[in-house]
């Protein structure tokens, strides 16, 4: 059968490319309310958290991706109305959990006896980290999307051929090439079909500023990043799948994307190297650098990752994790800290006069330096001051990952 096409993730993308106000499309939520939509009948768009790309050839598919386990039936209904019954091929674009984690559900759905997995080889190094860093992982989840409890899976289905470079599939007697880039992840891979004229960035492309900086992930590659970008524009491709987000169509508006967000990446590189060849600290970098306002396009905006961790990302990637500044190699811990800063007010009820004058002030940052301290001394006294400091510097922020680490810091 083929689908009617209902669902437009093309219209959607122009609505957002013009601007428009649309409703987060890059959200765990899009995972809830699975969609199809046929690009033409051997290609379909899957859009779920963590988009899935279906390449049909009979009754056999190849995956690019399948997305979060939380929604892997949705997807396996939605295949086999599309006249899915065999798996023959599955593509992970990178490790992620939300690219990754729906393989098995999927896989107990279909025929299986062709299937090969496939993957960079460093993705067996990803979940091999994965497996010692469970804990870690499920919380940074839960602070990053504000769910009820941490949340990772355990185990992972490992790829069963590997490749370094470059790989060639053959399926519906058309070559499917995968491209390794570093990006988002070392081990990721962007995939292009020259019959389907279509390019699968995996999440080099998500609709947003893209998420080289997040704060609580193993190092992401800015520059890098760019560069891949700049080399999938060359493809020229009609159709461009993302890892999150809708698909895009018109070759010139693809190019246009590509290349504007490969320059935005390696202007931030650029110009924080820069910076640090000056000597500064990276706290200076960080006050000091403004991204140009040719940047300010509707799908370059800090509204999932945020601009100021992109800049810590290339701190970290060239110069290590010392700051710069001397008081922070070693740091005191936060009880003798706030214990200093108690003493130095005279008495808590003067720190709490202060702390309450700089609220006034909305001198938030300020504020949360003290506030992190004192309240290792004395929670009680100073939790509803903490509360409204870390809900009032969410309120300012604009990308999820900001303001999941501040509203984490909220206790109501
Ligand atoms: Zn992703």
Redesign the pocket.
Same mark, same amino acid.
């Given at each position: 059968m083929s689908t009617d096409n209902i669902y437009d993730p093309i219209q959607i993308s122009n609505e957002f490319l013009s601007g428009q106000e649309i409703s987060n499309q890059v959200s765990i939520e899009q995972g809830f309310n699975v969609e199809i939509f046929e690009v033409s009948k051997n290609l379909s768009f899957i859009k779920n958290? +963590?988009n899935v790309a279906v390449f049909k050839y009979g009754t056999k598919a190849l995956l690019i991706d399948t997305g979060m386990a939380i929604s892997s039936n949705q997807v396996v209904k939605i295949l086999k109305q599309w006249g899915i019954e065999e798996i023959e091929y599955i593509i992970y674009t *990178?490790g &992620?959990v /939300? &690219?990754v984690s729906g393989t098995d559900i999927i896989l107990n759905a279909f025929k299986t006896d062709l299937l090969k997995i496939v993957s960079h080889e460093k993705v067996v190094e990803r979940f091999d980290r994965y497996k010692k860093t469970i804990g870690y992982n499920g919380i940074i989840n839960q602070r990053q999307f504000g769910l009820p409890t941490p949340v990772f899976p355990e185990d992972f289905r490992y790829p069963d051929i590997t490749y370094q470079d470059t790989f060639e599939i053959n399926f519906n007697d058309s070559v499917i090439n995968l491209i390794h880039g570093k990006g988002?992840t070392d081990d990721a891979t962007y995939v292009y079909s020259s019959k389907e004229d279509a390019i699968f960035t +995996? /999440?080099f492309f998500?609709w947003s500023l893209p998420?080289a900086g997040n704060p609580s992930k193993a190092q992401r590659y800015v520059g890098s990043w760019g560069e891949v970008l700049s080399d999938i524009s060359k493809y020229n491709a009609e159709y461009l799948f993302p +890892? *999150?987000g809708p698909l895009i169509k018109g070759k010139k508006i693809i190019k246009e994307i590509l290349l504007n967000t490969s320059d935005c990446l390696l202007w931030i590189e650029e110009n924080v190297l820069k910076l640090m060849n000056q000597g500064n600290s990276l706290r200076d970098i960080q006050n000091k650098i403004r991204l140009p306002d040719k940047y300010n396009l509707p799908y370059l905006l800090s509204s999932y990752d945020d601009f100021t961790f992109l800049v810590n990302s290339v701190w970290r990637q060239y110069g290590g994790w010392y700051s710069g500044i001397p008081s922070e190699l070693k740091p005191p811990s936060l009880f003798e800290m706030g214990c200093a800063y108690i003493n130095m007010a005279g008495s808590n009820e003067n720190l709490v006069l202060f702390l309450k004058s700089l609220l006034s002030d909305k001198k938030y940052k300020e504020a949360s330096v003290i506030i992190d301290s004192v309240s290792a001394v004395e929670p009680d006294i100073y939790q509803d001051l903490k509360n409204l400091i870390y809900s009032s510097l969410s309120d300012e922020e604009s990308s999820l990952m900001a303001k999941g680490i501040y509203n984490f810091n909220v206790d109501m």
């Open positions: 958290f +963590g *990178h &992620h /939300d &690219h988002e +995996g /999440d998500i998420n +890892g *999150h």
